[in-house]
C-alpha cells in the first residue's frame, strides 16, 4: 500500500509495467504506418507490426483501468516541493493528461478497429468486434482521427513527465525517481497529496481544443481524392427503383464487403418471348465504391486504378436457364474486357420486377492487385452480388 511518504509496490509496478507497454505500443504503430504495402510481404508484415500495435493497446487500456481504479483507494504521497508553485501544478497537469491518454488512446484506438473489417486482427482471444459499434467507414474514420490526434497528446505528455524525472534526478538531485523504484527511499515531504480542481479541468481543455482542431483539418470525416464519374441518364425499358451493386473481398483471411453508390442499367426484358428474352447494359462508376477502411486502397493504381478507368461496363442478353434466367455477356473493367454469365433470380408480378444475383470473379482476369500475386493476404476470387427492383 501507498503512504504518505511512498509509494507502494503495488503503484510502483503499475507505473513501470504502463510505461514498458507504452514505450513499446507507440514506437510500433508509428513504424508499422510509416511501411510500405506494394507487396505480399511488406503487407503481411505491415499488417502484423499493426496487430501487435493493437494487441498491447487492448492491454494498456487494461492496465490503465486497473491502475486508476487502484490509485483512488491509495494515499498519494505529498508533492516534494509544494512552494513551487508552477512547477508542481504543471506536474498535476502532466499526470491529468496521462491518465485520461491511457484510457482515452487505447479506447479510440480499438473502437476504430472494431468499425473496420479485415486488416490486422487482434491477437487476443477476444472479439474482432465491440458491442454498439458498426462496421462503418465514418464511424471508423470518426475515431481513427480521434486516436492520432490524442496520441500526440500522449507523446507530449510522456515527454514532459521523463523531462520532470530527469530535473528531479540529476538537477534538483531528490527522491522524485528513487520513490517510485523498487526498495525504499526517504522523502522529507510527509502528508496526504492535495489535489486541486485547476490541473484536471487545464487537462480535459487541452484535449477540447485538440479535438477541435482535428475536427477544423478534417481529420474526422471520410473522404476520397478520387474524382467520381458523373453517369448520364439511360433510356431503359425498365426503370430501376432501387438496387444495391455489391462485392465481397477476403483479406487475411477475413470477408470484408463494400458496395457501388453510383450506377445505371438499361434493360429490355419481354418474359414471353423465346431464346434470348431481352439485354442490358449497366455502367458503373469506379470512384463510387465504398469498401469499408480499404476504400483509398481498393481505389488506387495497383487495384481498380479509378482516376484512369473511371467506369467499369456489363453488357449482356438475358435468357431463361430452366426456372431463373441468366445475362451472358461481357465485363470490362480497366479496360480488359472478359466473358461473364451472371445467373439470377427474377420474380414478375404485373409491370414490377425483383432480381438477385450473385458471381465469382477472378481479380486477376482484371489485373486487379498484381502486386498481390498470391492469396495469402488477399484472395483472388471476388464475389459480386446484384439485388434490385425496377418498374415496366
Given at each position: 500500500m501507498s503512504a504518505t511518504q511512498s509509494y507502494g509496490?503495488?503503484?510502483?509496478?503499475?507505473?513501470?509495467?504502463?510505461?514498458?507497454?507504452?514505450?513499446?505500443?507507440?514506437?510500433?504503430?508509428?513504424?508499422?504506418?510509416?511501411?510500405?504495402?506494394?507487396?505480399?510481404?511488406?503487407?503481411?508484415?505491415?499488417?502484423?507490426?499493426?496487430?501487435?500495435?493493437?494487441?498491447?493497446?487492448?492491454?494498456?487500456?487494461?492496465?490503465?483501468?486497473?491502475?486508476?481504479?487502484?490509485?483512488?483507494?491509495?494515499?498519494?504521497?505529498?508533492?516534494?516541493?509544494?512552494?513551487?508553485?508552477?512547477?508542481?501544478?504543471?506536474?498535476?497537469l502532466v499526470h491529468w493528461l496521462l491518465y485520461i491518454s491511457l484510457v482515452a488512446v487505447p479506447l479510440t484506438g480499438w473502437i476504430h478497429h472494431a468499425a473496420t473489417e479485415g486488416f490486422a486482427p487482434v491477437l487476443l482471444p477476444i472479439s474482432q468486434e465491440l458491442p454498439f459499434v458498426p462496421n462503418d467507414e465514418n464511424v471508423a474514420k470518426l475515431f481513427g482521427g480521434l486516436h492520432w490526434v490524442w496520441s500526440k497528446i500522449m507523446v507530449g505528455s510522456i515527454l514532459l513527465h521523463i523531462a520532470g524525472a530527469l530535473k528531479h534526478q540529476?538537477?534538483?538531485?531528490?527522491?522524485?525517481?528513487?520513490?517510485?523504484?523498487?526498495?525504499?527511499?526517504?522523502?522529507?515531504?510527509?502528508?496526504?497529496?492535495?489535489?486541486?480542481?485547476?490541473?484536471?479541468?487545464?487537462?480535459?481543455?487541452?484535449?477540447?481544443?485538440?479535438?477541435?482542431?482535428?475536427?477544423a483539418a478534417g481529420l474526422y470525416t471520410a473522404k476520397s481524392d478520387i474524382t467520381q464519374a458523373d453517369l448520364a441518364e439511360v433510356s431503359s425499358e425498365w426503370t430501376v427503383l432501387e438496387g444495391e451493386l455489391g462485392l465481397t473481398i477476403t483479406q487475411f483471411g477475413t470477408e470484408v464487403s463494400g458496395a457501388f453508390e453510383d450506377w445505371t442499367s438499361a434493360i429490355t426484358f419481354d418474359e414471353t418471348g423465346s431464346g434470348v428474352l431481352g439485354s442490358v447494359e449497366t455502367t458503373i462508376s469506379i470512384g463510387s465504391l465504398r469498401l469499408g477502411s480499404v476504400t483509398g486502397d481498393a481505389l488506387g493504381t495497383d487495384f481498380f486504378d479509378a482516376e484512369a478507368f473511371p467506369t467499369a461496363l456489363f453488357v449482356a442478353d438475358i435468357m431463361a436457364d430452366g426456372e431463373n434466367y441468366i445475362a451472358e455477356g461481357t465485363l470490362t473493367i480497366k479496360d480488359i474486357t472478359s466473358p461473364l454469365t451472371l445467373p439470377f433470380t427474377l420474380a414478375l408480378e404485373g409491370d414490377n420486377a425483383s432480381m438477385a444475383g450473385s458471381v465469382v470473379i477472378d481479380r486477376q482476369t482484371f489485373q486487379i492487385g498484381k502486386s498481390m500475386a498470391d492469396e495469402s493476404n488477399l484472395a483472388f476470387a471476388v464475389t459480386v452480388n446484384i439485388a434490385l427492383t425496377a418498374t415496366r
Amino acid at each position: 500500500m501507498s503512504a504518505t511518504q511512498s509509494y507502494g509496490t503495488v503503484t510502483k509496478t503499475f507505473h513501470w509495467l504502463t510505461a514498458l507497454l507504452i514505450l513499446t505500443v507507440i514506437p510500433l504503430g508509428a513504424i508499422a504506418n510509416r511501411l510500405p504495402y506494394e507487396t505480399n510481404a511488406q503487407l503481411a508484415f505491415k499488417a502484423q507490426l499493426f496487430s501487435f500495435h493493437k494487441t498491447l493497446g487492448i492491454i494498456v487500456f487494461v492496465v490503465a483501468l486497473a491502475r486508476i481504479i487502484w490509485a483512488l483507494t491509495q494515499t498519494k504521497p505529498a508533492a516534494l516541493h509544494p512552494e513551487r508553485k508552477m512547477e508542481t501544478m504543471l506536474a498535476e497537469l502532466v499526470h491529468w493528461l496521462l491518465y485520461i491518454s491511457l484510457v482515452a488512446v487505447p479506447l479510440t484506438g480499438w473502437i476504430h478497429h472494431a468499425a473496420t473489417e479485415g486488416f490486422a486482427p487482434v491477437l487476443l482471444p477476444i472479439s474482432q468486434e465491440l458491442p454498439f459499434v458498426p462496421n462503418d467507414e465514418n464511424v471508423a474514420k470518426l475515431f481513427g482521427g480521434l486516436h492520432w490526434v490524442w496520441s500526440k497528446i500522449m507523446v507530449g505528455s510522456i515527454l514532459l513527465h521523463i523531462a520532470g524525472a530527469l530535473k528531479h534526478q540529476f538537477i534538483d538531485k531528490d527522491v522524485t525517481l528513487a520513490r517510485m523504484w523498487f526498495g525504499s527511499a526517504a522523502s522529507p515531504a510527509s502528508g496526504r497529496h492535495q489535489s486541486g480542481f485547476t490541473a484536471p479541468i487545464a487537462a480535459i481543455a487541452i484535449y477540447v481544443i485538440a479535438t477541435g482542431a482535428g475536427a477544423a483539418a478534417g481529420l474526422y470525416t471520410a473522404k476520397s481524392d478520387i474524382t467520381q464519374a458523373d453517369l448520364a441518364e439511360v433510356s431503359s425499358e425498365w426503370t430501376v427503383l432501387e438496387g444495391e451493386l455489391g462485392l465481397t473481398i477476403t483479406q487475411f483471411g477475413t470477408e470484408v464487403s463494400g458496395a457501388f453508390e453510383d450506377w445505371t442499367s438499361a434493360i429490355t426484358f419481354d418474359e414471353t418471348g423465346s431464346g434470348v428474352l431481352g439485354s442490358v447494359e449497366t455502367t458503373i462508376s469506379i470512384g463510387s465504391l465504398r469498401l469499408g477502411s480499404v476504400t483509398g486502397d481498393a481505389l488506387g493504381t495497383d487495384f481498380f486504378d479509378a482516376e484512369a478507368f473511371p467506369t467499369a461496363l456489363f453488357v449482356a442478353d438475358i435468357m431463361a436457364d430452366g426456372e431463373n434466367y441468366i445475362a451472358e455477356g461481357t465485363l470490362t473493367i480497366k479496360d480488359i474486357t472478359s466473358p461473364l454469365t451472371l445467373p439470377f433470380t427474377l420474380a414478375l408480378e404485373g409491370d414490377n420486377a425483383s432480381m438477385a444475383g450473385s458471381v465469382v470473379i477472378d481479380r486477376q482476369t482484371f489485373q486487379i492487385g498484381k502486386s498481390m500475386a498470391d492469396e495469402s493476404n488477399l484472395a483472388f476470387a471476388v464475389t459480386v452480388n446484384i439485388a434490385l427492383t425496377a418498374t415496366r
